[in-house]
């Protein structure tokens, strides 16, 4: 009994540590989104632990570590709007994320575009906590070069910037094509994979058999 429990457990970590990502389904999307929010505020968390409103840690030449409250959007976008601006990135980080959340259950086929989708999510969320906690978002991350300064930005802007750029390159990379019939010739045209398929339904193989009555 303990063998065969034994060889259960193993056979089903074989098949977790053997799936791909194009087999996830919306729990799995669902769950990394997760996991990113989670990250995220554990390390908004710390930086509101060690560093004041203003500080600045030198970390590199081109790099601190700041803490700065932004109520605008991802790098400082409508920070210095008049306040209304807050209800306003709720209400369209609410939206987006239920969005998001239908898009990944509809094309789970699509796997760049849900890995894309699933970085927006988490990044979304996280900046929403922020909002709806603190009143505005919480960054620390602080690039320069030459006396010019990057917006200040945190872990979750970054997931929704790769998420933007992952969705870009999933555009222009088009539509997923259909895989060619395989009685097609390899590196034959669409339209010769057409007529191949074409041919095998108006002349069936001999071989086939009729269906049973």
Not at 66 to 80: C, E, I, K, Q, R
Not at 184 to 203: E, F, K
Request: charged share 15%; proline share 6%.
């Amino acid at each position: 009994m303990e063998r065969a429990i034994l060889k259960d457990r193993t056979l089903n970590d074989r098949k977790l540590k053997g799936r791909k990502l194009s087999d996830w389904t919306l729990r799995d999307w669902l769950g990394t989104a997760f996991a990113l929010v989670v990250i995220d505020q554990i390390v908004k968390v710390i930086v509101l632990q060690f560093l004041h409103k203003g500080e600045v840690i030198t970390v590199t030449p081109f790099f601190n570590l700041v803490l700065v409250y932004n109520p605008g959007a991802a790098f400082s976008f409508l920070a210095d709007a008049s306040g209304w601006q807050r209800e306003f990135f709720v209400t369209v980080a609410l939206a987006a994320s239920a969005w998001i959340v239908w898009m990944l259950r509809s094309h789970p086929e699509r796997t760049l575009f849900c890995v894309a989708l699933t970085l927006v999510l988490g990044g979304a969320i996280g900046n929403l906590i922020d909002r709806l906690w603190l009143g505005a978002v919480v960054d620390f991350l602080d690039f320069h070069v030459l006396g010019y300064h990057w917006p200040a930005f945190n872990v979750a802007d970054s997931a929704i910037s790769c998420g933007a750029v992952l969705l870009i390159w999933d555009a222009l990379r088009g539509e997923p094509q259909p895989q060619a019939a395989a009685s097609a010739p390899t590196g034959s045209s669409p339209i010769q994979a057409n007529q191949a398929n074409q041919a095998n339904q108006a002349n069936p193989s001999p071989d086939a058999q009729p269906p049973k009555l």
